[in-house]
């Protein structure tokens, strides 16, 4: 009897992390080591072609389910399989409460001609306007645990992979989603 009980409330585990689907609609991605959800969700839908797009991401404490809203998103994204990320440079919303991070318009695609990245170019050669690493970004408010991306584009068909780096209660994690254009 003892041990149908026991393996009665054994149960509860949840189940193993579940591959994202590759959707150009969105979708719901845990991040690495499980400690936050992030539902995200394209505008316009489905993901374009060639045209910028807006990502609103809905972050989670992955167990409790309660939105993250003191805390900090950056959106990325790169063609692994092509070794580029993209043109454009995006911006979240209200990143920005502490410390300044971009231009007010995520000013994409500077004129080309100068090859902007005399200190050391590692393997992350994002394009035309790659001049930075990645900001310094500080958890700020976000209501409702939402985080919205502005200035996407994916310029080219092909398997692109978004990064969305989270850094909230829960610590800092990275969760991807795959999706083919
Ligand atoms: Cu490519």
């Known amino acids: 009897m003892m041990w ?3 393996l009665a409330l054994g149960c509860g ?11 150009a609609a969105g979708g719901n991605v845990t991040s690495a080591r499980g ?3 992030v539902e995200w969700t394209p505008s316009p839908s489905p993901v374009p072609l060639n045209g910028l797009f807006e990502v609103r991401s809905i972050v989670r404490d992955a167990r409790s389910g309660v939105p993250v809203e003191l805390g900090a998103l950056v959106v990325d994204a790169r ?38 990245s005399p200190e050391g170019g590692e393997a992350k050669v994002t394009g035309i306007g ?17 985080y919205v991306t502005r200035g996407m584009k994916f ?14 209660p829960g610590g800092t994690e990275r969760a991807e989603a795959v999706l083919e254009l």
């Not at 580029?84 to 004129?111: E, L, Q």
């Not at 930075?132 to 409702?144: E, S, Y």
């Not at 310029?155 to 909230?168: A, E, K, N, R, V």
Request: proline share 16%.
């Open 13 to 23: 585990e949840p189940p193993p992390a579940e591959v994202p689907a590759s959707t």
């Open 130 to 146: 790659a001049t930075q690493a990645a900001p310094a970004v500080a958890r700020c408010p976000h209501p409702g645990g939402v």
């Open 155 to 168: 310029h080219m068909p092909g398997s692109w992979t978004l990064t969305f780096d989270i850094d909230g």
């Open 79 to 116: 063609m692994p399989a092509h070794g580029h990320g993209m043109v454009t440079k995006p911006v979240t919303d209200g990143n920005d409460c502490a410390v300044a991070v971009a231009p007010p318009d995520a000013a994409p695609a500077a004129p080309s001609g100068a090859l902007s």
């Open 35 to 37: 400690a936050y959800t």
């Open 4 to 6: 149908i009980v026991a």
